[in-house]
């Protein structure tokens, strides 16, 4: 097993992943028509089903992309270190986006 996460992470990094995702053009990304007539079909048919979950699991992850690009959250590795004073309130929306996801699945039930 530790094999397979190895493999894995060397995959991570050499395909430069990580570095793509930082890269992206918010708001280039959300006037391109090529990208915005697709989502916008994908939330309204959600919005016909009554896809609760799915409405809320896509406004939660797009709220943690724009999260995870403030200058807060960025600032909390500063020259190879972790900032003490930061990663309470950082670790607070990460358990916030669990407990979410938790309630969504496994307490409420459709």
Do not use: H
């Not at 053009?25 to 609760?52: E, H, M, R, S």
């Amino acid at each position: 097993m530790p094999d397979f996460l190895v493999s894995f992470f060397d995959l991570i990094n050499n395909s430069l992943l990580i570095e793509q995702v930082k890269d992206v053009d918010f708001k280039g990304l959300f006037t391109n028509p090529w990208f915005l007539v697709p989502f916008i079909g994908v939330v309204g048919w959600w919005c016909y089903k009554q896809a609760f979950n799915n409405l809320v699991l896509l406004v939660l992850v797009l709220g943690l992309w724009w999260f995870s690009g403030t200058p807060y959250a960025q600032g909390l590795v500063l020259d190879g270190e972790i900032q003490a004073g930061k990663i309470l309130p950082v670790a607070g929306v990460g358990i916030a986006a669990l407990l979410v996801v938790i309630y969504l699945f496994f307490i409420r039930s459709d």
